[in-house]
Protein backbone atom coordinates (compact mmCIF):
# COMPACT_ATOMS: atom_id res chain seq x y z
CA UNK A 1 0.00 0.00 0.00
CA UNK A 2 0.66 3.37 -0.63
CA UNK A 3 0.50 6.39 1.19
CA UNK A 4 1.89 10.13 -0.04
CA UNK A 5 4.10 7.42 -1.97
CA UNK A 6 5.28 6.17 0.73
CA UNK A 7 4.94 2.34 0.61
CA UNK A 8 3.82 1.13 3.96
CA UNK A 9 2.58 -2.29 5.44
CA UNK A 10 -0.95 -3.44 5.45
CA UNK A 11 -0.52 -4.24 9.24
CA UNK A 12 0.67 -0.19 9.74
CA UNK A 13 -2.37 0.63 8.19
CA UNK A 14 -4.74 -1.36 10.26
CA UNK A 15 -2.26 -0.36 13.70
CA UNK A 16 -3.00 3.10 12.58
CA UNK A 17 -6.61 3.00 11.38
CA UNK A 18 -7.23 0.80 15.03
CA UNK A 19 -4.93 3.96 17.54
CA UNK A 20 -7.47 6.55 15.39
CA UNK A 21 -10.54 4.27 16.55
CA UNK A 22 -9.65 4.13 20.17
CA UNK A 23 -9.03 7.65 19.82
CA UNK A 24 -12.48 8.64 18.76
CA UNK A 25 -13.90 6.40 20.83
CA UNK A 26 -12.31 7.69 23.92
CA UNK A 27 -14.85 10.35 25.24
CA UNK A 28 -17.49 7.55 24.84
CA UNK A 29 -15.63 5.23 26.71
CA UNK A 30 -14.11 7.97 29.64
CA UNK A 31 -16.57 7.55 32.52
CA UNK A 32 -18.64 10.66 32.10
CA UNK A 33 -19.43 12.12 35.95
CA UNK A 34 -23.45 12.03 36.28
CA UNK A 35 -24.57 13.49 39.61
CA UNK A 36 -27.85 11.16 40.66
CA UNK A 37 -30.50 12.88 41.66
CA UNK A 38 -33.95 10.85 42.99
CA UNK A 39 -37.00 12.34 43.38
CA UNK A 40 -39.92 11.09 44.96
CA UNK A 41 -43.55 12.34 44.73
CA UNK A 42 -46.03 12.11 47.51
CA UNK A 43 -48.45 14.72 48.35
CA UNK A 44 -48.70 16.41 44.79
CA UNK A 45 -45.08 17.54 45.96
CA UNK A 46 -41.44 16.51 44.94
CA UNK A 47 -39.07 15.63 47.38
CA UNK A 48 -35.21 14.19 47.17
CA UNK A 49 -35.16 10.85 48.55
CA UNK A 50 -32.57 11.68 50.83
CA UNK A 51 -34.38 13.97 52.44
CA UNK A 52 -38.27 13.67 52.84
CA UNK A 53 -39.09 16.58 54.68
CA UNK A 54 -38.17 19.66 52.06
CA UNK A 55 -40.86 20.32 49.76
CA UNK A 56 -39.58 20.86 46.11
CA UNK A 57 -36.27 20.64 46.85
CA UNK A 58 -33.83 23.31 45.28
CA UNK A 59 -31.62 20.88 42.88
CA UNK A 60 -27.99 21.85 43.01
CA UNK A 61 -25.86 20.97 40.12
CA UNK A 62 -22.82 21.88 38.01
CA UNK A 63 -22.37 23.33 34.56
CA UNK A 64 -21.84 21.00 32.13
CA UNK A 65 -22.50 18.06 34.22
CA UNK A 66 -24.39 15.31 33.45
CA UNK A 67 -27.29 14.56 35.23
CA UNK A 68 -29.51 11.58 35.87
CA UNK A 69 -32.78 12.24 37.76
CA UNK A 70 -35.11 9.21 39.17
CA UNK A 71 -38.01 9.67 39.38
CA UNK A 72 -40.47 7.60 41.73
CA UNK A 73 -44.51 8.46 41.60
CA UNK A 74 -45.46 7.08 45.21
CA UNK A 75 -48.70 9.02 44.62
CA UNK A 76 -51.55 6.62 44.53
CA UNK A 77 -53.58 7.52 41.95
CA UNK A 78 -52.07 10.59 40.42
CA UNK A 79 -49.90 10.85 37.25
CA UNK A 80 -46.83 12.61 37.72
CA UNK A 81 -43.48 13.71 35.48
CA UNK A 82 -40.62 15.85 35.39
CA UNK A 83 -39.28 18.20 32.78
CA UNK A 84 -36.79 21.16 32.90
CA UNK A 85 -38.59 23.34 29.83
CA UNK A 86 -35.65 25.74 29.78
CA UNK A 87 -33.03 22.64 29.09
CA UNK A 88 -35.64 21.43 26.97
CA UNK A 89 -35.84 18.22 29.27
CA UNK A 90 -38.45 15.75 30.51
CA UNK A 91 -39.77 12.69 31.21
CA UNK A 92 -43.16 11.28 29.50
CA UNK A 93 -46.05 11.20 32.83
CA UNK A 94 -45.87 7.93 35.11
CA UNK A 95 -48.49 6.24 36.93
CA UNK A 96 -48.13 5.72 40.72
CA UNK A 97 -45.78 2.63 41.87
CA UNK A 98 -43.83 3.59 38.71
CA UNK A 99 -40.15 5.02 38.40
CA UNK A 100 -38.27 6.58 35.39
CA UNK A 101 -35.10 7.96 34.69
CA UNK A 102 -34.52 11.55 33.20
CA UNK A 103 -30.48 12.09 31.98
CA UNK A 104 -29.51 15.34 30.59
CA UNK A 105 -26.42 17.37 30.40
CA UNK A 106 -26.61 20.76 32.28
CA UNK A 107 -25.95 23.71 30.06
CA UNK A 108 -22.52 25.31 30.29
CA UNK A 109 -24.59 28.96 31.57
CA UNK A 110 -24.50 29.12 35.74
CA UNK A 111 -28.09 30.30 36.31
CA UNK A 112 -31.43 29.18 38.02
CA UNK A 113 -33.90 27.19 36.08
CA UNK A 114 -37.00 26.04 37.25
CA UNK A 115 -38.36 21.95 37.50
CA UNK A 116 -42.05 21.01 37.11
CA UNK A 117 -44.21 18.36 36.70
CA UNK A 118 -46.20 19.90 33.53
CA UNK A 119 -49.82 18.14 34.52
CA UNK A 120 -49.46 20.16 38.24
CA UNK A 121 -46.68 22.66 37.22
CA UNK A 122 -48.82 25.39 39.27
CA UNK A 123 -47.95 23.12 42.70
CA UNK A 124 -45.24 20.94 41.89
CA UNK A 125 -41.86 23.44 40.81
CA UNK A 126 -38.77 23.74 41.96
CA UNK A 127 -35.19 25.41 41.11
CA UNK A 128 -32.14 23.88 39.71
CA UNK A 129 -29.10 26.26 41.06
CA UNK A 130 -26.58 25.77 38.38
CA UNK A 131 -22.75 26.79 39.18
CU1 LIG B 1 -47.64 16.06 39.00
Redesign the pocket.
Known amino acids: MSIFGRTVSARAVAALALVMLVVALLPALSNTPTREITLV?RG?TFYLKDDPRTPNPTLEVKAGERVRVVLENQ?RG????FAVPAFDAGLD?IDWNETDTLVFDVPETPGTYEYV?????L??RGTIRVS
Do not use: E, L, Y
Open positions: VMDMTHDPCRPHRMM
